[in-house]
């Protein structure tokens, strides 16, 4: 159906060149604000060129899981709100929401940056649960990275509200931040006939062959991995997108 | 005033008499407003609107091919709103997404609040649909996103006669104010009522009260909403100025 959509974007990129006159690995410009939600723990707004997205990190206690009984938890959820793309609908997430929501959380759990043990309050009693909401203003392309950079500087903005061991006061909070160790990255590459490029626009993001989601961390190891579209690819290809993901991650870190 | 009376229970003290409001508003001021037109690219037609610490996001789809297609109406095309809150937007606990009670019932009201302006006789079997998002609260919403979503409808270029303008009046102890914010919303003591108002024939669009009230006071609150509505009518229109001078 995207065929002809597909052979110019290739046919543009052997020239090294894009739809929107940009280069194959170049991003639109990143702009990230915090505190952008003052009701919410820790908040942030990204704009990738038009693509726009806003988190907020709400911090509830409950009850720990029974297997780790002195951990606190963390969930990330995406919301496609319709009012950023005619293609998204209302009612409950659909498979598109849930993959972004579980690639966001997979890179952030398995970097390990949030220590879940200092998120405990009393062991098998009480305990910290970070909720991570990301949802889209707009999509121009590209949501996957542009979640991953909102969520990611929501929860380095947020701070503990008062707890006095029986009620939240959400009111007073206190300038504690939460226990993040590393920063990781989540980079999102796409493959179209032998070439790769980074920040697809609405068009691309309709005619690529492959796409490999990459958590990278500072020290350039990766902690999560997501490879998606319907085409399979070559082990040397993984690792072409893979270094062009860790090449990137260190650019994208810069915002955070 | 907060008082501890006894130890772990923090108790407001009421006053009989509300004097002061508590953000040092005087009763018939709003909140600072600001507005937006087309921020939301990928919409036909988008408003943006800020009235002290309540954001409301509106997005304008369509007309478009109404699915499910039963719901479509041959004569004309339908409006349909949906009203929404960021899960991180309120003051207490998370939101939890998806529909609600109240969130349908808001949705609800607010198509009825809208309305009354648009003329949708062109586009039967379409639908004009209207998205409300709240990233941020602090009381007011509804009303926030009805002068969001009039913004976002004449933005998208649909036949409208005119602006729809809203704003809450209320009453705290003894007190008639205009823009009631959360603490003021929440007091024991006191009456919410939101009203939307149509710019040029001062007819009303939606209303709706909670508390005891006497018809004189709800006279005065009529009033109130009025005057405000007329300063809420200039910042939607320069906000769509804006957006339409050559240039931008």
């Given at each position: 159906?995207y065929?002809?959509?597909?052979n110019q974007v290739?046919?543009?990129l052997?020239?090294?060149?894009?739809?929107?006159g940009?280069k194959?690995?170049?991003y639109?410009?990143?702009k990230?604000?915090?505190g952008?939600?003052k009701?919410?723990?820790?908040?942030a707004k990204?704009?990738?060129?038009?693509?726009?997205v806003?988190a907020?990190?709400?911090?509830?206690v409950?009850?720990?899981?029974?297997?780790t009984?002195?951990n606190?938890s963390m969930?990330?959820?995406v919301?496609?709100c319709?009012?950023?793309?005619?293609?998204f609908?209302?009612?409950p997430p659909d498979?598109?929401?849930?993959?972004?929501?579980?690639i966001?959380?997979?890179?952030i759990?398995?970097?390990k940056?949030l220590d879940?043990?200092?998120?405990?309050i009393?062991?098998?009693?009480?305990v910290?649960?970070?909720?991570?909401?990301v949802?889209t203003?707009?999509?121009a392309g590209n949501?996957?990275?542009?979640?991953y950079?909102a969520?990611m500087?929501?929860m380095?903005?947020?701070?503990?509200p008062?707890?006095?061991?029986?009620?939240?006061?959400?009111?007073?909070?206190?300038?504690?931040?939460?226990?993040?160790s590393?920063?990781p990255?989540s980079?999102?590459?796409f493959?179209?006939g032998?070439?790769?490029?980074?920040?697809p626009?609405?068009?691309?993001?309709?005619?690529?062959?492959?796409?490999l989601?990459?958590g990278?961390l500072?020290n350039?190891?990766l902690?999560s991995?997501?490879k998606?579209?319907?085409?399979?690819?070559?082990?040397?290809d993984?690792?072409r997108m893979?270094?062009?993901?860790k090449?990137?991650?260190?650019?994208?870190r810069k915002?955070? | 005033?907060r008082?501890?009376?006894?130890q772990?229970h923090?108790v407001?003290v009421?006053p009989?008499?509300?004097?002061?409001r508590?953000d040092?508003?005087?009763?018939?001021?709003?909140r600072?407003i600001e507005a937006?037109a087309?921020?939301i690219?990928?919409?036909?037609?988008?408003?943006?609107?800020?009235?002290g610490?309540?954001?409301?996001?509106?997005?304008?789809y369509?007309?478009?091919?109404?699915?499910?297609?039963?719901?479509?109406?041959?004569?004309?095309?339908?409006?349909?709103?949906?009203y929404n809150?960021m899960?991180?937007?309120?003051a207490?606990d998370r939101v939890r997404?998806?529909?609600?009670r109240?969130?349908k019932?808001?949705?609800?009201v607010?198509?009825?609040?809208?309305l009354?302006?648009?003329?949708?006789?062109?586009?039967s079997?379409?639908?004009?649909?209207?998205f409300?998002e709240?990233p941020?609260?602090?009381?007011?919403?509804?009303?926030a996103?009805?002068?969001?979503?009039?913004?976002?409808?004449?933005d998208?270029?649909i036949p409208?006669?005119?602006m729809v303008?809203?704003i809450?009046?209320?009453?705290?102890d003894?007190?008639?104010l205009v823009?009631?914010n959360y603490?003021?919303?929440?007091?024991e003591?006191?009456?919410?009522?939101?009203?939307?108002?149509?710019h040029?024939?001062?007819k009303i669009?939606?209303i709706?009260?909670?508390g005891?009230l006497?018809?004189?006071d709800?006279k005065?609150a009529?009033e109130?909403?009025?005057?405000a509505?007329?300063?809420?009518?200039e910042?939607?229109?320069?906000?769509?100025?804006?957006?339409?001078?050559?240039?931008n």
């Open positions: 159906m065929e002809e959509l597909r290739i046919s543009l052997s020239k090294q060149a894009r739809l929107d940009r194959p690995h170049e639109r410009e990143i990230i604000e915090t952008v939600s009701n919410a723990e820790g908040s990204v704009k990738i060129g038009d693509t726009e806003i907020g990190v709400k911090l509830e409950m009850k720990p899981y029974p297997d009984p002195d606190g969930m990330v959820n919301e496609l319709p009012m950023s793309s005619p293609e609908e209302t009612g498979i598109f929401a849930i993959e972004l929501a579980r966001t959380d997979r890179a759990r398995e970097s940056t879940t043990k200092k998120l405990c009393t062991p098998g009693e009480k910290w649960m970070v909720v991570i909401d949802c203003l707009n999509d949501l996957y990275d542009a979640i950079l969520a500087a929501a380095k903005d947020a701070v503990f008062a707890f006095d061991g029986e009620k939240l006061d959400y009111k007073n909070k206190t300038k504690e931040k939460l226990p993040l590393r920063v990255v980079v999102t590459v493959k179209y032998d070439h790769i490029l980074v920040d626009m609405n068009e691309e993001e309709k005619a690529f062959d492959a796409r989601t990459v990278v500072e350039g190891n902690c991995l997501q998606g579209g319907d085409t399979a690819v070559v082990a040397d993984i690792f893979v270094d062009l993901a090449q990137k991650s260190q650019e994208l915002h955070l | 005033m008082l501890n009376l006894r772990g923090r407001r009421i009989m008499t509300y004097e002061k508590f040092g508003r005087a009763f018939d001021e709003m600072p937006k087309g921020i690219k990928r919409a036909h037609g988008s408003g943006w609107f800020k009235i610490n309540t954001e409301a996001y509106a997005a304008v369509g007309p478009r091919e109404m699915f499910p297609r039963f719901m479509q109406n041959p004569k004309k095309g339908v409006l349909r709103v949906h809150m899960p991180f937007s309120s207490g997404p998806g529909p609600s109240r969130s019932e808001i949705s609800h607010t198509q009825k609040a809208l009354p302006v648009v003329d949708l006789g062109e586009f079997n379409a639908v004009v649909d209207v409300i709240l941020q609260t602090d009381a007011g919403t509804r009303c996103g009805i002068c969001a979503a009039s913004i976002a409808l004449a998208a270029g409208m006669k005119d303008c809203a809450s009046a209320g009453r705290v003894d007190k008639m823009d009631l603490e003021e919303d929440s007091h003591n006191g009456v919410d009522i939101p009203i939307a108002m149509l040029n024939s001062k669009s939606l709706q009260m909670d005891e006497s018809s004189d709800l005065k009529v109130m909403v009025k005057k509505c007329d300063e809420i009518f910042v939607q229109k320069q906000a769509l100025k804006k957006k339409f001078e050559i240039g």
